[in-house]
């Protein structure tokens, strides 16, 4: 027999950002693939709706409100999570946000706020999470970067920067915990509607750009990143690692 399991059955994620958008489709998908879902975000509303999602598949959710720039705060929904289920299986780094101006016009303020929520966040989680996977002996870590992070992007030097830096994370982490079978994989998706995207995506020009530089001449469906990201929870990718799959219908090949 050679086709491992999908299944998510027993085990439990967390996912950061999962009030919205990407967030709430991954944290959803894993539900239907039978993982019980912890849900990070600040908006409780949110937070709610994804949780009665995934109860009414029939898998637990746990709510934590939480700003994931904070170590302790961190720490605590880690513990939280821990506390309710026993163990942390599998950690989504999703949360992210962007502030889209020319490189000459980036402040400060905005910088750090883009590294905190982006790279910082990510960093933290993994972290927390990884000393228990390392006790553990078993986990899987995905981090949410973005085509941005290898190729030039008109959105932002300090995202792209971000972005860039989690795909090298993943790589050093993959590098240090393999031996703990720890993996340690990214997803880097190119255009999908949500929340981030929606009006840039209304924008008819803008997006005539986004589909002369896409092969599949289309942005992407959220279960187009529901299936990457169920296979690097799943056990059929158990020999993985320190990999970034780009969903983005062809557009980091930059063919001509
Ligand atoms: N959409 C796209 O086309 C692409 C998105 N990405 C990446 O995917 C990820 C998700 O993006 P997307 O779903 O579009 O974004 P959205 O803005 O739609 O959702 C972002 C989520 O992150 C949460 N979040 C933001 N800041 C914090 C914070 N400080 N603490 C806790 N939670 C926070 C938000 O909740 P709340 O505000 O309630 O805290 C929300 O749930 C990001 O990392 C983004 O860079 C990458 C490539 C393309
Ligand atoms: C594709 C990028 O990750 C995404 O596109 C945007 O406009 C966002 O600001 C991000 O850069």
């Given at each position: 027999m050679y086709l491992p399991s999908f299944s998510l059955e027993g085990k439990t994620v967390i996912v950061t950002g999962a009030g919205r958008g990407i967030g709430r489709a991954i944290a959803i998908?894993?539900?239907e693939a039978g993982a019980d879902v912890g849900v990070i975000a600040r908006t409780e509303a949110d937070l709610q709706s994804t949780a009665a999602e995934i109860e009414k598949l029939?898998?637990?959710s746990y709510i934590v409100k939480a700003d994931v720039t904070k170590r302790e705060q961190?720490?605590?929904?880690?513990?939280q999570i821990i506390n309710e289920t026993g163990s942390i299986d599998i950690l989504v780094n999703n949360a992210g946000m962007n502030i889209r101006s020319k490189a000459l016009?980036?402040?400060d303020e905005e910088w750090q706020q883009i590294m905190d929520t982006n790279l910082k966040s990510a960093f933290m989680f993994s972290q927390e999470v990884g000393r228990h996977m390392k006790e553990k002996k078993a986990g899987k870590i995905i981090t949410i970067?973005?085509?941005?992070?290898?190729?030039?992007?008109?959105?932002g030097v300090a995202y792209a920067a971000t972005k860039a830096a989690l795909i090298q994370m993943t790589k050093v982490?993959?590098?240090?915990?393999?031996k703990y079978n720890i993996?340690?994989?990214?997803?880097?998706?190119?255009?999908f509607k949500t929340p981030l995207t929606e009006k840039l995506l209304q924008d008819k020009e803008y997006v005539k750009d986004i589909l002369a530089v896409t092969p599949m001449k289309r942005v992407g469906e959220l279960e187009e990143l529901v299936g990457p990201a169920v296979f690097l929870a799943s056990e059929a990718s158990k020999y993985m690692?320190?990999?970034?799959?780009?969903?983005d219908g062809g557009m980091t090949i930059q063919g001509f």
């Open positions: 998908g894993m539900a029939g898998q637990k961190v720490k605590s929904a880690i513990e016009d980036v402040t970067t973005s085509v941005g992070g290898h190729v030039a992007l008109r959105t982490l993959a590098l240090e915990w393999g993996n340690v994989n990214a997803i880097g998706p190119w255009y690692n320190g990999q970034t799959i780009f969903v």
